[in-house]
């Protein structure tokens, strides 16, 4: 935060920066004082995000100090100020004495905290080489990547922004990070929730740096890479810069083969509650896939004030899932009652098209800017499954289905801030996003008779969804030198529409809602860092939750979506302390999460029968 007053006739100006020695970064929130020897009276402030200082004192001399925790500071004993300075640019380099200890145990501080974030220098990682975007995050304390992709905060969706600007599109965002290599990646910084961002980001935002070249004219890497698991592939990095122009590209493809094994075992009772059958499955997945991913983007220098960004990106990927499924089942005797075996092949191809222009202009202050994104994300998705069941007693028999996915998104985001007073800091915004989904399906099984492919009953769905959300939010800061704090306001008016085309279903949802947060920060007299976040999120559907039919691979459990679901809302409590103590980073969280209308799977019977005359039990 640069620190602008009105300067009296007797004042003069002193400004400057402030930069890591090791990393030749800025850094921002480092404190800057000036006592006044004669009065010992204080005055100073903390720096901005590209680590400048810049305020109005009364001449006279001063005791000059910049502080960084767990740097040496810098320090000028007497300074005499009778007219405006420019210190020009103040390098901090580590305590020595922390610098031996890292030099021990990893070679360098990989994680640093703020009072507003976290950030993961990946780069000083090595268990990030030969890996992707998703490795770098499941190397960070507090982050999660499950099965699906999903990038999580103590069990809350986080946002994903790269380069601090909207990245993916839900689906895309899963399979796009698996391709962008490890070694492109610079620092990954967490922010806690914020109404500043999405309502649907409770975990809080990660904002993903990419690297860019730092010296004039062309730069360039390339990685090979392979593991065990197969998890092979190659990827390279090209760079130019010039006084105006940089101009970046990422190309990778990768190969991978994960190899899973699933046993379950269900027992059935009669309404008397007493034994009447049992169900054994075991299951063993064979999941193949190539991906290929290529991106290029500009930033172009129109003066110091503007600066005009571009990105496109294309992924493609084929995905060959083969499952063996064997049912085993019994009487309450024990006593076998029949075996059935389904070879299921499975082959998805996605593609996958991002493209976004970024246009921002700052005014006399660097935190005095507006900015402007417009975005567009395509994804199509082509599946086709090839089941062939096999039955004891009944023989052999063929089904397939086919399933043409196709999601939309655009966007379009203003966002202005303000550096006013001192210390103090106003932002506001509006974004507007728009989702259109659209799935059919079908399911076929071959008729033995005429040996066509018929559809079955009930199995055959066409979908058309389509999102509107209109957002604006104000955020208020505050900066001391010790506490720091935001307090903001988020709105979002929600349009829906749900069509089931094959049974003329149309289903519209209108709401509007508002969420705060406040976010709180203080350093304590140990250098220890205390902070408090409380914000209040949506969890709207996920395309996959609101789709009917997405796998019937398993003829028993079959996985569907509810297009009628509902989002949820959470308010979330979360008081945080972290400390350094010589060898070691000391975290601790305490944290409260409460929910309504919580979305979950769950597993019931659907009351139906499929052609073994075997319950079939919904997972939805």
């Known amino acids: 935060m640069s620190f602008y007053g009105q300067k ?6 002193i400004y400057g920066s402030v930069y890591d020695a090791e990393t030749n970064s800025p850094l921002q929130y480092a404190t800057v004082k000036l006592q006044n020897i004669k009065t010992k009276i204080y005055t100073g402030g903390i720096t901005n995000k590209k680590g400048r200082f810049h305020f109005n004192i009364i001449p006279g001399r001063y005791k000059f100090t910049v502080e960084f925790i767990s740097f040496k500071p810098f320090v000028i004993n007497k300074l005499d100020i009778n007219q405006d300075i420019d210190f020009g640019m103040i390098v901090l380099s580590q305590n020595a004495e922390k610098l031996n200890e890292v030099e021990v145990s990893a070679g360098k501080n990989i994680m640093d905290y703020k009072y507003d974030k976290k950030i993961y220098y990946a780069s000083k990682d090595i268990g990030n080489k030969g890996g ?5 995050l499941e190397n960070i304390p507090t982050l999660r990547v499950d099965e699906q992709g999903n990038i999580n905060i103590r069990g809350n969706m986080a946002m994903i ?4 600007k909207p990245f993916g599109g839900e689906d895309a965002t899963r399979d796009v990070l698996s391709l962008i290599p490890s070694n ?7 922010y806690s929730p914020s109404a500043k961002y999405d309502a649907n980001s409770g975990g809080g935002i990660v904002n993903i740096i990419l690297k860019k070249g730092k010296g004039m004219g062309f730069t360039g890497t390339m990685e090979i890479h392979g593991g065990l698991p197969d998890n092979d592939g190659i990827s390279s990095f090209i760079n130019y810069k010039s006084d105006k122009v940089n101009i970046y590209s990422t190309t990778s493809f990768n190969h991978t083969i994960k190899i899973k094994n699933t046993n379950m075992e269900q027992e059935y009772f009669d309404t008397h509650n007493n034994p009447a059958g049992k169900m054994k499955q075991d299951r063993n997945d064979d999941r193949q896939k190539n991906s290929f991913l290529f991106n290029i983007g500009s930033d172009f220098t129109i003066d110091d004030k503007n600066t005009i960004s571009t990105s496109i990106l294309y992924s493609t990927s084929n995905k060959n899932y083969d499952s063996d499924i064997f049912f085993e089942d019994n009487n309450n005797s024990g006593n076998l009652i029949q075996s059935t075996n389904r070879d299921v092949s499975d082959n998805t191809d996605d593609n996958n098209l991002e493209a976004l222009i970024n246009y921002t202009t700052v005014f006399n202050d660097d935190d005095h800017k507006l900015s402007f994104n417009l975005k567009y994300n395509g994804l199509n998705s082509e599946n086709y499954t090839d089941i062939l069941k096999t039955v004891l007693t009944k023989g052999i028999s063929k089904q397939n289905s086919t399933k043409n996915q196709k999601l939309s998104t655009y966007l379009f985001q203003a966002d202005y801030q303000i550096p006013f007073a001192k210390n103090r800091m106003l932002e506001t915004g509006f974004k507007t996003n728009i989702r259109k989904f659209s799935n059919n399906f079908l399911y076929s099984a071959l008729n033995p008779d005429t040996q066509v492919f018929e ?21 208020y800061s505050k900066y001391y030198e010790d506490l720091n704090f935001s307090l903001a306001l988020r709105s979002e008016k929600t349009y829906t529409e749900i069509q089931e085309l094959n049974i003329n279903s149309d289903d519209k949802n209108d709401y509007l809602d508002f969420f705060p947060s406040v976010n709180i920060g203080y350093t304590l007299k140990d250098e220890g ?8 999120f949506i969890d709207r559907p996920e395309v996959a939750q609101l789709n009917p039919f997405t796998s019937i691979a398993d003829n028993r459990f079959i996985l569907t979506g509810n297009p009628y679901l509902k989002p949820s ?16 980073t000391l975290t601790t969280a305490l944290f409260y999460l409460g929910s309504t209308d919580y979305i979950r799977y769950i597993i019931e019977n659907s009351g139906d029968h499929n052609a073994d005359n075997f319950d079939i039990y919904l997972k939805k």
């Not at 860092?529 to 209040?536: A, E, Q, V």
């Open 8 to 13: 009296s006739p007797e004042d003069v100006t």
């Open 132 to 136: 992707s975007a998703v490795t770098v």
């Open 161 to 164: 922004l790269v380069n601090g």
């Open 184 to 190: 492109t990646i610079s620092k990954v910084e967490i």
């Open 455 to 475: 559809p079955i009953k009930g199995f055959t769905n066409n979908v058309l969804y389509d999102e509107y959300i209109l957002a604006a939010y104000v955020k």
């Open 529 to 536: 860092i205390l902070t408090f976040n409380y914000s209040r």
């Open 569 to 584: 809302y959470s308010n979330y409590f979360i008081l945080e302390y972290y400390k350094e103590i010589k060898k070691i």
